[in-house]
């Protein structure tokens, strides 16, 4: 059952997500053009959003933290393309970016329907 404020929950973490994803990559850039530090900086920053979040009493520290993982997630992407685009020559990057930013879509987009298949053949009761 949907309540009120699940589409805040996660809207937040996309419209957040979104907005790093670019301030982020240009940084890392800037800053650290072989990706190291920044992404275990970035990956710390994702753990402790999600620490927190696990822990949260009220819905504004968990929309929050939501935020704070966005963050921290959005620069694996931006790190991983980079990376991408530096291992390889131009006429393979778009093959290997494709890819790379084409996988993990295939997750929401397979995965409700293997489990509804799953869920029909499945003769157990569930809660």
Known sequence: MVTDSQPI???SFIVSFMFHLRIIQR???????RHLCSFTANTQLYTIG????SRAM????LIGMRCLQ???????????????????????RGRKLGLYYGMPM??????????????????????
Not at 28 to 33: E, G, H, M
């Open 9 to 11: 929950y996660i809207t």
């Open 27 to 33: 940084l890392i850039t800037a800053l650290d053009p």
């Open 50 to 53: 999600t620490a927190v979040a």
């Open 58 to 61: 009220n819905m504004s520290v």
């Open 70 to 92: 966005a963050m921290g997630s959005s620069a694996v992407l931006s790190v991983g393309a980079g990376s991408l685009a530096d291992m390889y020559e131009v006429k393979e």
């Open 106 to 127: 295939m997750g929401p987009a397979v995965g409700p329907l293997i489990g509804g298949a799953l869920g029909n053949v499945s003769t157990e009761q569930s809660c």
